[in-house]
């Protein structure tokens, strides 16, 4: 994670930078704005892998003598049949063109977004997928 943590710092680095000249250059105020934003999502990122490095153990991707096997096994746990993030990313979409062609569609929207997220948190606690 440490070294993922560099690479977003000296990302952030230079879009500062880049943001800075872009900003005295072109008197954009939009582009600049944006640079400004890239530049404190990246410095977010790479405070959190930063900081989470200091917490964690020490990877593979931050030895430089290690081995692909090295970072085999389990990654974590992922649902291998789960429709709840087709739901919401319907109801996503749907509430990202109500902001283009008119709020009404947010009516149409949050009741799915809100079908999505109550079947994703509750998927494991009802049906052929209960937990014991």
């Known amino acids: 994670m440490r070294e993922q943590g560099k690479i977003f ?3 952030s680095v230079f879009i500062l930078g880049m943001a800075i000249w872009y900003g005295l250059w ?5 582009g ?3 640079l400004f934003l890239a530049f404190g999502l990246g410095a977010f990122i790479a405070f ?14 931050d030895n430089p003598n290690a081995e692909v096997s090295d970072d085999a096994g389990v990654l974590g746990f992922f649902s291998p049949h789960s429709w ?3 739901s919401l990313g319907i109801g996503g979409s749907l509430a990202f063109l109500g902001v283009i062609f008119g709020w009404w569609l947010l ?14 948190v509750f998927e494991y606690y009802r049906g052929e997928n209960q937990t014991q």
């Open 48 to 61: 959190y892998l930063l900081f989470t490095a200091k917490r964690v153990d020490t990877g593979a991707g």
């Open 9 to 11: 710092a000296g990302f």
């Open 26 to 30: 072109s008197k954009d105020p939009t």
């Open 84 to 86: 709840q993030p087709l």
């Open 32 to 34: 600049t704005t944006a």
């Open 107 to 120: 009516f149409f929207s949050v009741p799915i977004i809100g079908i999505g997220l109550f079947g994703w």
